[in-house]
């Protein structure tokens, strides 16, 4: 009899989700078409942004299927950094999407437009699923057309928010579409378990909630939504309940050893400590200021949901100003917030969509929250792909149910007011998508949309001027590439007052200063520029350039005078870094090897580097300096310094005759 029950139950589901499809073939194909229209011109970009760490550059997903065994046991960011990486606190363990970079760099190598589709494809399944479990969720039948209901009018809103553009229209999203997609999957599945009892339910949603976790770290928050989902939205017996969490609880525990084995630790914590401010946002900040932030963030969140203007990828320092944990703009969203959960647990109750909605929006926030786990950075639009799922329901609820109820005393307003208010909405979101899908075409395209918005953000004004420095390195009109230039050095100069020491603008700006020269040979601006690029942060491209110079055969007096100051008077002197001082004050014996600053500064040098605890080392390094005054006396003889110099050396050595002989020179041919 059991048999019998259990099959007339999965024919039942199944007949369910044959009927599903004919009765809901317009909302299917609304939820199709609408945002293949607002996302089809992404076909046509390029790689642009974190493209370059999971596809351009990474090292497994060029190795096509023979990177796939890699990219399972690696960090997300050692195919690109060639080791185990120390960027973000934590570690990024995400090998779904790049195993399916992989597989389609096998197929047809590096092709953008082909990867930019599966990413459209990929969100229009998630559309439909969620039309689905909203559907699930809600099983009556509404006394609303079909245009009006609950599960459609929410799964559109998430369709076309604005919010999505960036996961969608960038590559790199995938880890965020597929997250979410087998995550509503695995819900789904669970579903279906409890109200058939077939195992193979159980066995189909353990490996997508499998694939979601592997995809990205939060998926793990439907640990607790999927308890949640059932606890509201199912009549279960207890027994059912606990088999129904066992295959997610399985592979959760997959998940966490093989992330252990590639990476070392079981979530985003941990690790070493990352100083870097564009990786830690919160390394200036008091602890005060922390958490102000935080909650700040969280209220500019809810606003982006709410209204999603201006939209930026880029929410780096400082485009997020550090507030204090008194300061309003921290305490009334932490109200808020706190209203919202304490909402959603009074109304907690069998089929309550708007306490399911608040939860599931506080379950899949908390992980990207910044509060629990840092993050690397103080805010991102795409941390509120998943949660955003929560608020197109509790907003669709409002609409069709509460609106109508609230207006139900006016008949001729209790429909037409809530369908006008959603079709605001979805007009809204659908112009402000399609008008923000093209800045994604480019890295230009996508750096202007950034700095016209995060003006304060050091690392989006940073990129914008790296993406006129490449621009410049193309233009053949040099007229038109100083415009560039000027342009690049305007972004980098508001990059470097927001963040001296940002190693990243110095070294394009370097590369700014380098062009210019090559332009107007303008040594003086070279020079100036690149000593104060030493004193806040020295990148690589400063000596590149300085070793080409060198061998120029030209400026050999003001460079010398360069190596002088930031050899002797700012590395040895004021810094006291031997090594940068030798390799500066060597840069410029090289190009001037008469100069007399330069060879007083070594002797000077090599003289106080004697070690008075390794006789040998001393003796050595006296000689060094003594090579280098008798060298200057030969040059220029009247130049007294040398000649004290020789003494002390010579006393360092033990001969003080010839220390004495030369102390009796030099007031000689100093004499007028």
Not at 470 to 490: G, H, T, V
């Amino acid at each position: 009899m059991g048999n019998k029950n259990k099959k007339a139950a999965n024919a039942e589901a199944a007949g369910n989700e044959t009927s599903f499809v004919l009765r809901h073939q317009w909302e299917a194909l609304i939820l199709v078409l609408l945002p293949l229209l607002l996302y089809l011109s992404s076909v046509n970009f390029g790689f642009v942004l974190d493209d370059k760490i999971v596809i351009e550059e990474n090292k497994f997903v060029q190795e096509g299927i023979n990177g796939i065994g890699e990219i399972l046991s690696s960090d997300s960011l050692a195919g690109y950094i060639g080791e185990q990486p120390n960027l973000v606190a934590g570690s990024r363990y995400r090998p779904l999407s790049l195993v399916s970079f992989a597989i389609e760099h096998e197929l047809y190598g590096l092709k953008p437009a082909m990867s930019h589709l599966i990413n459209v494809l990929l969100y229009l399944a998630t559309c439909l699923v969620l039309f689905r479990l909203f559907s699930v969720f809600t099983r009556r039948e509404e006394e609303n057309p079909w245009y009006f209901r609950l599960p459609f009018v929410a799964a559109l809103l998430f369709a076309l928010h604005p919010l999505h553009s960036e996961v969608v229209a960038n590559i790199k999203g995938r880890d965020e579409i597929l997250a979410l997609l087998f995550s509503l999957a695995a819900l789904l599945l669970t579903f279906r378990y409890v109200r058939s009892r077939n195992p193979i339910f159980l066995a189909l949603g353990g490996l997508t909630f499998l694939l979601a976790l592997l995809a990205k770290e939060n998926a793990i928050t439907f640990l607790a939504v999927a308890p949640l989902s059932i606890l509201v939205f199912t009549k279960v017996k207890t027994r059912t309940f606990m088999i129904a969490m066992v295959p997610l609880a399985v592979s959760t525990a997959v998940y966490l050893i093989m992330r252990y084995q590639a990476v070392g630790l079981p979530l985003l914590g941990g690790g070493e400590e990352v100083t870097e401010l564009m990786n830690n946002p919160f390394v200036e900040a008091s602890t005060g200021e922390k958490y102000g932030t935080i909650f700040y963030t969280w209220g500019w969140y809810l606003k982006l949901l709410i209204f999603p203007h201006p939209l930026t990828h880029d929410y780096y320092p400082y485009h997020v100003r550090l507030v204090g944990f008194s300061d309003l703009r921290a305490i009334i969203p932490l109200i808020l917030y706190l209203a919202m959960a304490a909402f959603a647990v009074l109304k907690f109750r069998k089929g309550n969509i708007a306490s399911w909605s608040v939860l599931f929006f506080l379950a899949t926030f908390s992980i990207v929250s910044n509060l629990f786990f840092p993050i690397g950075t103080f805010m991102n639009e795409r941390f509120l792909y998943m949660p955003s799922v929560g608020y197109c329901l509790v907003l669709a609820w409002i609409l069709t149910r509460k609106m109508p109820a609230w207006l139900d005393a006016k008949p001729s307003l209790s429909r037409a007011v809530p369908v006008g208010i959603a079709a605001l909405f979805v007009l809204g979101f659908s112009f402000q998508t399609f008008a923000r899908v093209p800045d994604w075409e480019d890295d230009m395209s996508l750096n202007r949309a950034g700095v016209s918005v995060s003006t304060g953000s050091a690392r989006i004004n940073c990129f914008m001027g790296y993406s006129l420095y490449e621009a410049s390195l193309e233009e053949q009109d040099n007229a038109r590439k100083q415009e560039i230039l000027d342009e690049a050095a305007f972004y980098l100069d508001r990059s470097l007052k927001i963040y001296p020491s940002y190693r990243n603008a110095l070294n394009v700006y370097a590369g700014v200063l380098s062009s210019r020269y090559l332009l107007d040979g303008k040594i003086d601006a070279l020079l100036d520029g690149f000593f104060q690029i030493l004193i806040n942060n020295k990148p690589p491209h400063v000596d590149g350039f300085l070793n080409w110079l060198n061998d120029q055969n030209r400026h050999q007096a003001k460079l010398a005078s360069f190596y002088f100051r930031a050899g002797y008077e700012y590395y040895f002197q004021q810094l006291k870094n031997d090594v940068e001082a030798e390799r500066y004050l060597g840069f410029g014996y090289r190009v001037a090897p008469d100069n007399v600053l330069i060879l007083e500064a070594l002797g000077n040098f090599w003289l106080a580097r004697g070690d008075a605890h390794n006789a040998l080392k001393a003796r050595r390094d006296a000689y060094k300096a003594l090579k280098y005054v008798e060298e200057g006396i030969g040059y220029d003889p009247a130049y007294g310094k040398f000649y004290e110099i020789a003494a002390e050396a010579y006393e360092k050595l033990g001969d003080p005759a010839k220390a004495n002989r030369m102390r009796q020179q030099a007031p000689q041919v100093n004499l007028p």
